[in-house]
């Protein structure tokens, strides 16, 4: 058996002393995590400039073969390279189905698309109602010629778009792309447009005379309350009608298609250089004799809007060519009422074809007129009868 031995240490006892850590490790423990972050922070920097810089390289190239195709004058090469921004889509961020046609103009046809990602309308207003607009449908206008009327129209919606951003009764530009050496512009997507709409309500209405005025006029509502937010930013629609306003199906008015529009100080009216394509049926009466444009004669052209709603999308000034039509204004003449609306509905439409553009009613005013007869019909289930 082993015997084992016991020492007993009597006295106090003295832990070892601990060796302070050299002044180069307490240095690193400081400055490591200030480092590391500096570091992260130059990936992250360096990573964002390296894609804004790919997008201008994109630009550079786009602009380079349209210069060299002559396609764009010095000019307009500069103004679409100032264009290079935040509202630019990654082509690989944008689908563009051609097989599913929305709709087709003179210089522009229109196709469902898909958005993968954030929009930079989102990211750029960072509103919480745009917030729908990340991988989703969308529609995509995309040029079919490019002469020197196209690139003004496209230049005119782009800066207009981009002065509006997000209104609920404008349909709003969610970015612009660059597929096959052409700008296209993609928007949020609608359901339908306000001619077609009222256009198919003429064979079920027609001869009632009546008509679903609530919807009437809380769309007249919506695009005047859109009208007044645009007059707001210093835009001049000019293409005011019922072919630019787009419906949601619950009925939302957005107004649309800005290729004719004008930037402008509203203290000075505008005499201004006019394209070639203008719709003259539905222009005030300086405009067509001054080519001059202003937020009146926007006025002007909702009173016709007015009347293809309640004629269910009959043309105003059928068969009347412009030299006839410049008289008929002149002498005081006007389109007739149309038979689904009132004296009331009608005198509105009046008031906006005052021959004295400071005698029409402004937008905010048309906007509170047809809330308030939104309101004194609320109890006759959206049905009014017509004139007789």
Known sequence: MTRGVLIQYEGQFVPFAKQPPPKSYLLWKILGPALAIVLISSILISCYYYRVRQKEKQMDFIIEVMERQKRLSPEEIEELKEKRDEFTIVKKNLKIYYEFPLGQGASSSVYVGFIYGKSPLMVATGLIETQRFQDCKVAVKVPSSFGQDETEQLFREIDSMKKIGYNENVICMLGICFLDEKP????????????????????????????PVNIFFSILWQIARGMQYISSKNIVHRDLAARNVLLTDSFNAKISDFGLSLCADLEEKSSSSTPQKLPVKWLSLEALLNKVFSVKSDVWAFGVLMFEVFSFGSIPYKDVILEELIEMLKNGDRLECPKAANEETYEI????????????????????????????????????????
Do not use: H
């Open 184 to 211: 296209v512009i993609a928007f949020e997507l609608a359901d339908k447009n306000l001619l077609s709409y009222v256009s198919t309500l003429r064979e079920t209405i027609l001869g009632q005379i009546q008509a």
């Open 349 to 388: 439409m009046r008031s906006c074809w005052q021959e004295d553009p400071e005698a029409r009613p402004i937008f905010e005013q048309l906007s509170e007129r047809f809330r308030e007869m939104l309101e004194s019909r609320t109890m006759t289930y959206g049905y009014v009868e017509g004139s007789k």
